[in-house]
């Protein structure tokens, strides 16, 4: 009589129950290893928010976890608009203005799937426009600080002026980034948080970068809050701008978002 079929059924589910721990503990293992996103956040409403433009420095988390290349990157650089669409050599998320840059930099030089495609890489995603227009212009904190009003809807992101964004001229007056001489307008973006904080507190929803937004008709998408190329006139909530989602440019960026359960 043979003996060896329940060995060998116990070996099996041994074996079974052994692979169901190690895949679960690797499970576990990546999850852990897993970078996190280096934008502070705020709540507004069921949405957490980056508080500020995503940076160089959160890109290239992603971009050393998953080999991300940007087309700005295997086109050999991206645009800048001078007198018509201009390509740069060399001017990539990387390098903004062709440049070494700083961790503490907007990126830009991504089109919209770049850009949607990092922030689910971190558990989120570029907002909505009704989303962004309510975190933008109208105030929801239960106790803001001066100069805020809770419950009022403001006509710029940084509140009843553009004074405090970084923009072409009539804004806050900084100079940008961008080294001298490769610009023929403007002076490149800030740093994030170098300018003051807005409605809801966050930064930039008017000026330095253009942000993606996940609407817009057709091929089209939405950006938001215009940038250091613009002045405030384009901060206002009633210009809505769209742009084809391959477009990859100096002066768009984007935030993400993170839905609250």
């Keep these: 009589m043979k003996l060896n079929k329940p060995h060998n059924f116990k070996m099996s589910l041994y074996g079974g129950l052994l692979v169901i721990l190690m895949t679960s503990l690797m499970n576990t293992a990546s999850a852990q ?31 050393q976890q998953t080999k991300f290349v940007s087309s700005g990157e295997k086109e050999g650089g991206s645009f800048i608009y001078e007198y018509g669409w201009t390509r740069k050599k060399g001017w990539t998320w990387l390098q903004p203005f062709g440049v070494p840059s700083k961790d503490q930099e907007p990126a830009v030089h991504l089109n919209f799937d770049e850009a ?104 089209e998408r939405v950006t938001r809050g215009a940038s250091w190329w613009y002045g405030p006139e384009n901060q206002i909530e009633s210009a809505v ?17 993170r839905d609250v359960k």
């Design 33 to 63: 290893t897993k970078p996190t996103a280096l934008e502070k956040t705020t709540r507004i409403g069921q949405l957490e928010w980056d508080l500020h433009e995503v940076t160089i420095g959160t890109v290239k988390l992603y971009a």
């Design 116 to 219: 949607q495609a990092i922030c689910q890489f971190f558990g989120k995603r570029l907002p909505k426009d009704q989303e962004w227009t309510s975190a933008a212009f109208l105030e929801q904190r239960a106790t803001p600080p001066q100069p805020f009003v809770k419950g009022k809807r403001y006509t710029y992101a940084n509140g009843d002026t553009p004074r405090n964004s970084h923009c072409l001229n009539g804004c806050a007056g900084l100079k940008g980034l961008a080294p001298a001489n490769v610009l023929n307008r403007g002076t490149g973006h800030v740093a994030v948080m170098t300018t003051q904080p807005g409605v809801n507190g966050l930064y930039d929803m008017g000026g330095n970068v253009w942000e993606w937004v996940d609407d817009g008709p057709g091929n």
């Design 241 to 257: 701008a769209t742009k084809p989602r391959d477009t990859k440019v100096a002066y768009v960026g984007f935030r993400c978002v």
